[in-house]
């Protein structure tokens, strides 16, 4: 009787709405959704792409914690600020926002849903909520420009450009001087295009300069259409933000990658603990977030280990880039002899060094 009435009280225990309530009270809270925005198509290759690797290291990371989600090729501008607003009102907790011109639309944007933080990566403005992240992106185009020393026949290469903002001059200034490290001879051509996608009209700027002596190239644009005009007119290229050798088995003699899932993955760690605060990362070399590497065929082995010798130079701080004497190329002295340029005056950099052909675009 004992044994009955014990387990009739069991039974009544199990259905109480104590017992039928308590699974639900320890449901663990919903993924903390991640938010991407994309100024490009996704591709195979170069910028959107690198940053989608990185996304897909945030959801593998983390796995059913997070809800990651991505919108791709939204223009800078109005759209960027739509499209922002829209992952935020979808309940956003984190948005990355990798493109130089989506720094305001990101900041407004911001002011709106304080609860909400915000990745302004290539940005350079912060708020409470904003933070800003980019590479040393020009620790990688000096050690190409190593490469490219090494390998031109003519003494003269070229350069595709997308705007003429301070990063993209640091690449064309970083380069130049790589080159001369080894060739002092040689000349850069610049084409500035104005736009950061348009695979047609960055083939037909490659073009063009392929028929100016040109026999080796890089680019500062998101697509690989340099890279591929490079193999079809048997000429050298540099490949930036990814590995190319797909586009171009015969012409890369390296590439400049970046990869950004180590600093996706610890932004979104730092959210979901709770810690997340403003700030700004500037990583390069030494943190893993600039490499040179994926040399081609064409490249002996003495130039690879002579390149990758220089890159160790940097990770340790032996080897700064923009080390004096520099001047621009309209002959005036901009880093003297012993001196190099601090952070400050790299990221206001607005002017083109010896052995640059062509003028910064307004």
């Not at 020009?138 to 350069?159: N, Q």
């Not at 001059?169 to 380069?175: D, K, S, T, V």
């Not at 001087?177 to 500035?192: F, H, I, N, T, Y």
């Not at 950061?196 to 037909?204: T, V």
Request: charged share 20%; hydrophobic share 40%; net charge positive.
């Amino acid at each position: 009787m004992y044994k009955t009435l014990a387990a009739v009280l069991t039974a009544a225990c199990l259905l109480s709405p104590a017992f039928v309530t308590a699974p639900v009270l320890a449901q663990s809270k919903p993924p903390l959704k991640v938010g991407f925005v994309y100024v490009a198509p996704i591709t195979d290759t170069g910028w959107v792409h690198q940053h989608e690797e990185g996304r897909k290291a945030v959801q593998a990371a983390f796995g059913d914690r997070v809800k990651t989600i991505y919108v791709e090729n939204v223009p800078e501008g109005p759209d960027a600020e739509r499209v922002i607003r829209d992952l935020a009102q979808q309940g956003c907790g984190l948005i990355f926002t990798p493109s130089f011109g989506y720094m305001e639309p990101t900041l407004k944007v911001a002011k709106e849903f304080p609860q909400v933080k915000f990745e302004s990566i290539t940005g350079y403005k912060t708020a409470p909520n904003v933070a800003v992240a980019n590479a040393r992106y020009y620790e990688g185009r000096y050690l190409s420009g190593i490469v490219a020393g090494r390998m031109t026949r003519t003494h003269v290469a070229g350069y595709v450009a997308g705007f003429p903002i301070p990063e993209v001059l640091q690449g064309i200034n970083a380069f130049t001087l790589g080159m001369r490290s080894v060739d002092p001879q040689a000349e850069v051509k610049v084409v500035w295009l104005n736009t950061w996608f348009d695979p047609a009209r960055e083939r037909d700027a490659a073009m063009a300069l392929f028929n100016q002596d040109v026999d080796v190239i890089s680019f500062h644009t998101a697509s690989d259409a340099v890279m591929r005009a490079a193999q079809e007119r048997g000429k050298m290229a540099v490949a930036y933000h990814s590995d190319m050798r797909n586009a171009g088995p015969d012409a890369q003699i390296a590439a400049v990658t970046h990869h950004w899932g180590d600093y996706y993955k610890r932004r979104t760690q730092a959210v979901l603990d709770g810690t997340w605060e403003s700030g700004n990362f500037w990583g390069g070399v030494k943190d893993g977030m600039v490499r040179v590497g994926d040399f081609g065929p064409k490249v002996p082995k003495a130039v690879q280990a002579e390149v990758l010798a220089r890159q160790k130079d940097i990770a340790a701080g032996k080897l700064r880039p923009f080390s004096g004497p520099i001047s621009d190329n309209e002959g005036e002295l901009v880093v003297p002899k012993g001196r190099s340029l601090t952070d400050a005056q790299i990221l206001e950099m607005n002017y083109l060094v010896a052995g640059v052909r062509g003028k910064v675009a307004k």
